[in-house]
């Protein structure tokens, strides 16, 4: 069972940032595949952003050049940097994890693990 735990989320002006993290528990972090998800009001949970073992990244492009997804293998902690925020990124983060190399990273089903949720709004 791996427990992940999101925070940093908060209220901020269009064009600011903020930083995500998302704490795991096991022992081996460093060998799963992590992803970030969101879900604005009276939408569906959308891909975000995604990080493999081997640090390959990959973005959705709403998002690609103004977010950036890392992880810290020896704090077992994945981390969603966003600059240059939009209202339109207004929406509930979650972390997901999955044990494993995943080929379908965008896709939902691919993650077995998922955060509670940390509310992230931007303001006009």
């Known amino acids: 069972q791996v427990q992940l735990v999101e925070s940093g989320g908060g209220l901020v002006q269009a064009g600011g940032s903020l930083r995500l993290s998302c704490a795991a528990s096991g022992h081996a972090f460093s060998t799963y595949t992590m992803g970030w998800f969101r879900q604005a009001p009276g939408k569906e949970r959308e891909f975000v952003a995604s990080i493999r073992s081997g640090g390959n990244t990959d973005y959705a492009e709403s998002v690609k050049g103004r977010f950036t997804i890392s992880r810290d293998s020896a704090k077992n902690t994945m981390y969603l940097q966003m600059n240059s925020l939009k209202p339109d990124d207004t929406a509930v983060y979650y972390c997901?994890?999955?044990?494993?190399?995943?080929?379908?990273?965008?896709?939902?089903?691919?993650?077995?693990?998922w955060g509670q949720g940390t509310q992230v709004t931007v303001s006009s």
């Open positions: 997901a994890a999955a044990l494993s190399y995943v080929w379908r990273y965008w896709e939902q089903s691919s993650y077995v693990y």
